[in-house]
């Protein structure tokens, strides 16, 4: 299996403010065929099912906000809030669908307000 | 637009069987480039994915759970379902339905909590 490691754990960051959540894949998701990155990023606020932001590591889904942006290539990727929003308050996932049908997912980064 | 609503026991006993039903609303199931999607959230524990049904009618599973699980559909009443057998305290956990699009899942029931208890 692809094991998938977020960091940090969590993080407070002030309203505004720039937040940074890492993700590193065990093995590249990138395809040497179509070089893409297999990799989704997902917010999850309370008491709400996971809702996907990004995928193919950079793309924004339709309708997400521009503050969001995902980045990185092979193993290692980042998911970055440019502007943190009370409403960000929310555990963040990475996933990884490179070794699909077997779709694994990070720990969670559990992002607050300071 | 799409919505999908997860249903079923929410108390199991253990050794018994697990089975949820996913009601889609609010468009198709048809297309190829659809998985529709069974994802767990234990307590504590990280995402799991279960399994996918494609339109075709193949099935995946995640090999962790293959012997216990199976997925089927009823795509006239745009539905699909999960059963788990012999299940056990570690299947405790928030179940959810989801569409998988280009493999991402970009659409999520709202979840359902099943807990295994005698």
């Known amino acids: 299996d692809i094991v998938m490691t977020q960091s940090p754990d969590s993080l407070a960051v002030s309203l505004g403010e720039r937040a940074t959540i890492n993700c590193k894949s065990s093995?590249?998701?990138?395809?040497?065929?179509?070089?893409?990155?297999?990799l989704a990023w997902y917010r999850q606020q309370p008491g709400q099912p996971p809702k996907l932001l990004i995928y193919?590591?950079?793309t924004r889904e339709s309708g997400v906000p521009d503050r969001f942006s995902g980045s990185g290539s092979g193993t290692d990727f980042t998911l970055t809030i440019s502007s943190l929003q009370a409403e960000d308050v929310a555990v963040y996932y990475c996933?990884?669908?490179?070794?699909?049908?077997?779709?694994?997912f990070g720990q969670g980064t559990k992002l607050e307000i300071k | 637009q799409l919505q999908l609503q997860e249903s079923g026991s929410g108390l199991v006993k253990p050794s018994q069987t697990l089975s949820l039903t996913c009601v889609v609303s609010?468009?198709?199931?048809?297309?190829?480039?659809?998985?529709w999607s069974w994802i767990r959230h234990p307590p504590g524990k990280d995402l799991e994915w279960i399994g996918n049904?494609?339109?075709?009618?193949?099935?995946y599973y995640n090999p962790s759970l293959k012997n216990r699980v199976t997925i089927s559909a009823d795509w006239s009443n745009y539905q699909f379902s999960l059963r788990l057998t012999s299940v056990t305290a570690a299947d405790t956990a928030v179940y959810y339905c989801?569409?998988?699009?280009?493999?991402?899942?970009?659409?999520w029931g709202q979840g359902t909590m099943v807990t295994v208890s005698s």
């Open positions: 193919w590591a950079s």
């Open positions: 989801a569409r998988a699009r280009d493999m991402a899942f970009d659409i």
């Open positions: 609010g468009g198709s199931m048809s297309g190829n480039n659809y998985a």
């Open positions: 093995q590249s998701v990138l395809s040497s065929s179509n070089n893409r990155n297999y």
């Open positions: 049904i494609y339109r075709s009618g193949g099935t």
């Open positions: 996933q990884q669908y490179y070794s699909t049908p077997l779709y694994t």
